[in-house]
């Protein structure tokens, strides 16, 4: 029993991860019914920049409450603002081209990114790219365990980890159903040509869904790294992969189907990894997305809707 609720724990921690990244594949699949396959790549310029931001600081700066929130805030700011550049720059020029146009030109602004952070390059002493060495993440929050309940060990890591997701995603939740703002996003999302007919700037609730999508993803790639990960240029590939997967099984472009299905997603690779095996991981996490498609292609959450030819 003891190892089931120590199993559930670990799988939550590390689906509301999934869940964080799978939210902003959902965001933009909604505003414009494109897959956004950089958006794990994204995460992993976060990452390096909060590795950047926590080596700058020092060690006993970075490990403060205020230097660990100036990490996620920097992070979350510079991916905000990548997110807008390739919004503007790769897709906005493509909007009302095929929709395959748009797919490819995703695929290569995720090897565009991934592969550029394996170069090596300076300008002034300061790094610009880092190179394709793994690097450790800088300890900015000190691993302790902080419950015991027989067999159970709660760390710190994972109830922060599952604290500053839950938050993140709470912020979301209110600002889509509960401001202007979501309301203009939600417009989009029903019909972009009707909504700019009445008003509503699309092309900016377009960046701004962009931004705020990269900047989630910037706080799962500080999540995913304090748990002892090591840093490199293709860490996104294997996580963005997971949560569009993720976002398939909750229903793509629905946002609370993205946590259900990203929680499903974490709870059964941790009981794979608890009773089957780690060389299983991610074959049955794909394996998971053939079963849901199978017998319900729309995912947990989604609808079928007619489409008139």
């Known amino acids: 029993m003891s190892d089931l609720l120590q199993h559930v724990l670990n799988g939550l921690a590390a689906g509301t991860i999934y869940a964080l990244v ?5 965001m933009v699949y909604g505003v414009l019914k494109l897959i956004n396959f ?11 920049v909060g590795y950047a931001s926590a080596k700058q600081m020092g060690r006993d700066t970075s490990s403060s409450f205020l230097g660990v929130t100036l990490v996620f805030l920097l992070s979350m700011a510079m991916c905000a603002a990548l997110g807008f550049l390739i919004e503007r720059f790769a897709y906005r020029p493509l909007r009302d081209k095929p929709k395959l146009t748009a797919l490819i030109t995703a695929i290569g602004m995720s090897f565009f990114l991934s592969y550029s952070f394996q170069l090596e390059a300076s300008l002034g002493g300061l790094t610009v790219l880092p190179g394709a060495a793994p690097r450790a993440f800088p300890d900015v929050i000190t691993s302790q365990v902080w419950l015991i309940i027989g067999d159970v060990v709660v760390s710190n890591k ?8 839950l938050a993140l995603m709470g912020g979301l939740q209110f600002l889509v159903f509960r401001t202007r703002f979501g309301m ?3 417009a989009v999302s029903f019909d972009h040509r009707t909504a700019g007919l009445m008003g509503i700037p699309v092309d900016r609730v377009i960046a701004l869904t962009f931004m705020l999508g990269s900047a989630l993803a910037a706080g799962a790639g500080i999540l995913y790294a304090i748990k002892d990960t090591l840093v490199q240029p293709l860490m996104g590939v294997t996580v963005g ?27 059964v690779e941790e009981f794979v990894v608890g009773y089957g095996g780690s ?9 998971f997305l ?20």
């Open 241 to 267: 992969l997971k949560a569009f997967v993720a976002a398939v099984i909750g229903g793509i472009g629905h946002v609370p189907g993205a946590v259900v299905g990203s929680l499903c997603l974490g709870l």
């Open 38 to 48: 950089a958006h794990g790549d994204v995460m992993m310029v976060g990452v390096y």
């Open 158 to 165: 994972q109830v922060i980890s599952v604290v500053v997701a």
């Open 184 to 186: 203009a996003m939600r």
């Open 279 to 287: 060389t299983w991981r991610d074959a049955v996490a794909f394996g």
């Open 290 to 309: 053939i079963a849901v498609l199978l017998f319900r292609p729309e995912g947990i959450f989604g609808r079928v809707t007619a489409e008139k030819v």
């Open 22 to 26: 799978a939210l902003g594949y959902t």
